[in-house]
């Protein structure tokens, strides 16, 4: 009798354990008499939605302003004066794009100092090289905007063109990053997309 209850205890206990198994695994019979075990994964994908950042409204429009502007001819009567000189027409739109800058977001937001800064110093470095193209002229930089000798300036120089460049790819990385949400053509010159030739143009910045 006890012999009898010992397996009935063992029968039931090896039917829980493949009740159980079922459950973890599930047991299917294949075609004939074979039966395949088929081991059920379930993987809960948690999908998280990037983080969005929010721009002052004020920095936005003045991104998108100036990446229209540095991309296009100036309308300045002062650049027609000067019979569209390529090096006025940059020092022209270097001033614009400092001019208009929202600089008091510049102490909210430690990256967009960062930018403004670069941009600050290669409007400054085209500005210098201005001056330089008109010194013989007037030592003073009287005639740094007087177009009436604008037939006698020294040409455009090479950096004074790599340094408007920057200026154009800088601006246009920030406008991506706040009015595209970083989804664009960019040149990895900005520290807002933790670009990697930020150090390239500061390289270029510093080695004046």
Do not use: C
């Not at 967009?112 to 090289?129: A, M, V």
């Not at 990385?173 to 500061?202: A, C, P, Q």
Request: net charge negative.
């Amino acid at each position: 009798m006890k012999s009898k209850l010992l397996i009935g205890s063992i029968v039931l206990a090896v039917g829980v354990a493949i009740a159980g198994v079922r459950e973890v695994t599930g047991i299917a019979k294949a075609s004939g008499s074979k039966v395949k075990n088929e081991t059920v994964v379930e993987v809960t994908k948690v999908l998280s939605s990037p983080e969005t950042i929010k721009y002052d409204k004020e920095f936005s429009e003045w991104a998108s302003a100036m990446v229209t502007m540095l991309s296009e001819p100036l309308d300045d009567p002062r650049l027609k004066e000067a019979n569209h000189d390529e090096g006025f027409e940059y020092y022209l739109k270097a001033q614009q794009v400092i001019w208009t800058f929202p600089t008091h977001l510049i102490v909210e937001d430690k990256e967009i100092e960062k930018e403004h800064s670069n941009l600050f110093l290669l409007s400054s470095y085209i500005g210098h090289n201005q001056f330089v193209r008109t010194a013989h002229l007037d030592p003073n930089g009287q005639a740094k905007e007087d177009t009436t000798f604008s037939d006698q300036w020294k040409p455009t120089d090479d950096d004074t063109r790599q340094a408007f460049e920057y200026m154009k790819q800088i601006v246009n990385d920030i406008d991506i990053e706040v009015n595209h949400g970083g989804e664009g053509e960019t040149f990895g010159v900005t520290h807002l997309l933790n670009g990697d030739k930020v150090s390239e143009v500061e390289r270029f910045i510093n080695g004046w």
